[in-house]
């Protein structure tokens, strides 16, 4: 395989199958991480800039663009940037990785942290005021604004939608993994066409508001949000799934110790979600989960044990003792 360009390498059709995951049925886990700069958000980078250039509103070399992104939306929008001649700024939030924030400096982007949580709507709420305060500020400046604009939903009805569409000739079931929702509407709106009686599955941590939920502090970064975002009035998922930070940590590790990925927060919400619902599956279903990134950004929180203790122990509520998930830690350790 030659490549022209870096943004050649985002992999389509990369289905991990899992034998026996969830009861006696496999399911096929779309895997992401693989893509350039780590993760599924390469491709609502390209949609969202490139949408503002079929507007005429973004002109390189002369045009700021602006987001809000825990790490994997702007780290993508810095590669991007970099590669069609943009400024680029990231507004963020102390959970975002610091990894993540040396990449999009180094393909020349400039980050802002906020470090206070807005008292009604929490870090995403800060993030907006900084975001508007810049807008206000530079007349260059656009916000990409990815929690409402049709180009992130329209990005994975395209491409990511299409690309399950493309493998399978049967889908019962699709879990999505919810942030800005723009994965959800996009993909389940592809799939619906395809495949009529396809139950769409939302997964979001607990805490997180968008579909009703009660608003909570939570850790893991990439999914759930503290403000509704106004895509979601587009994603219709037939069933929504709360999975808390203690299952998702718990998920993550016993992946590792069983399929030997390193799979990232979000993944391990959607695979415990998976396994919530497996009692519903029905004999031959075809069973498609995605997985948005991979784990190594995650080593120092998710996957390390001192962090989940601190972090994640003390505020989880149904393991009171943090029995499972000292379990779990000792099981991967054994291996
Ligand atoms: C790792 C990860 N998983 C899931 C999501 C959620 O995707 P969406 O914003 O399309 O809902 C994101 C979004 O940033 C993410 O970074």
Redesign the pocket.
Known sequence: MIIESALDLIFRDLFYRLPAFAGSHDVFLKLEGFNITG???IK?AIELVEDLERQGVARPHETVLVES?????GLALSLVCAIKGYQFICVTDPNANRSAIRGIELYGGKVIVVEERDPANGYLGSRLKKINEILQSDSNAVWLN?YANLA?KNA?ARQTGDEIAREFDRVDWIFV????????AGVSERLRQKFPGIKVVAVEPVGSVTFGGEPAKRNI???GTSVRPKLADLAKPDRIVEVSEAKTVAACLSFVRDYHLLV???TGTVLAAVQQLAREFRSGDTIVAIS??LGEKYLDTIYDPIWVDHVIRSEDTEDPKGVGLEKTFALVAAD
Not at 69 to 73: E, I, Q, R, T, V
Request: no cysteine.
């Open positions: 993760s599924i958000k609502t992104s825990s790490g994997n939306l990815q992130n994975h993994g919810t942030g800005t929702t723009g994965t959800l970064p990439g999914i990232g927060g979000s948005a990134d």
